[in-house]
């Protein structure tokens, strides 16, 4: 196995970043992503030194690697969500300032671990990816967001480069379908507004003033897990959502409500004696709040930190 003093050690250890950055986007789990690399590097150490030095590019050898083992998860985890208490939701992820390990202690994570927020891990476009078969999914998210071509793709799937390239197509037909008619999209400072309003509203238990922020067709999904109190179904319609909102102060009473970065967007944290007990994510079109995903399972939410007085942890 490599030292601290193998000039390759820094090499191979560079691309951890980029791994962990695709495993959270086929996964849609930083822990499972963690795994995943571990895993990865467990198998490129399990060769002989000969081995890999025959291996051109070691860069690309752990891609193909952490792909597969993916690939792998993804099928599992498909027969995993059925028996999953509730709706399941994608792990939501904090701004680099709200970042924290989820090792004992609250050590500062390493700058490897943290995930790029770009728009390919806002919770709306996740919760499409997770409408895809697992070989969709692998081949678009390696084609379309890491631009790997199909050549190397079809290697990871099993598949030809002409069958990847349709399970591509396919992938963005679903992206089209799923999305809101074309419409100017809006600023994040917009969207940043409406949550503010959105926040104040929930906070005044101004019934009427959430129904307008909504959109009419608007839906809102809880995760639990079954660790905590959540609603098992989606709940439909902006009157609906604007009652069940204002009726969580009751379950979780004494909640502080903050401004927060989810995925790269505009949510809210909502906390209580210092310990995060939901993240909330939003999907906004134009004027109005069309889908909002509330996570409240711990076991996603081990990355979010919150300082004194709301503050953020540096």
């Not at 990865?40 to 030095?53: G, H, K, L, N, P």
């Not at 007990?277 to 409240?296: K, L, N, Q």
Request: aromatic content about 6%; glycine content about 8%.
């Amino acid at each position: 196995m490599s030292t601290p003093s193998d000039p390759g050690l820094s090499a191979i250890m560079s691309e951890r970043r980029q791994l962990i950055n695709l495993g959270y986007r086929l996964l849609g789990s930083l822990a499972e992503a963690e795994d995943v690399v571990q895993e990865t590097y467990a198998r490129w150490y399990a060769m002989s030194e000969e081995q890999r030095a025959r291996i051109e590019s070691p860069g690309a050898w752990l891609t193909r690697v952490a792909g597969r083992v993916c690939l792998d998860l993804l099928g599992s985890a498909r027969a995993r969500r059925e028996r999953y208490v509730g709706e399941w939701i994608p792990e939501p992820l904090p701004a680099r300032s709200e970042w924290i390990s989820g090792r004992p202690g609250g050590d500062t994570a390493d700058p490897a671990d943290r995930v790029t927020l770009d728009e390919s891990v806002n919770m709306a476009f996740l919760v499409i990816l997770e409408s895809m078969t697992p070989a969709e999914r692998v081949t678009f998210i390696l084609h379309d967001i890491f631009c790997h071509p199909f050549t190397e793709i079809a290697h990871i799937i099993g598949r030809t480069p002409a069958a990847c390239r349709q399970l591509a197509t396919s992938a963005r037909r679903r992206i089209h379908t799923a999305r809101a008619p074309a419409a100017p999209a809006p600023t994040l400072a917009h969207k940043a507004a409406l949550v503010r309003d959105f926040k104040h509203a929930w906070e005044a238990k101004d019934i009427n003033a959430l129904i307008n922020l909504l959109d009419p067709n608007a839906t809102a999904t809880a995760d639990g897990g079954g660790v905590v109190s959540a609603i098992l179904e989606p709940i439909e319609g902006a009157t609906e959502i604007a009652r069940y909102t204002i009726g969580i102060t009751a379950v979780v009473p004494e909640m502080t409500l903050l401004e927060r970065t989810v995925n790269g967007q505009p949510g809210l944290v909502g906390q209580r004696d210092g310990v995060t007990v939901v993240v909330v994510a939003f999907d906004i079109a134009g004027d109005r709040i069309r889908r909002i995903w509330g996570v409240r399972n711990p076991e996603k939410l081990r990355t979010w930190t919150l300082g004194p007085s709301g503050q953020d942890t540096p």
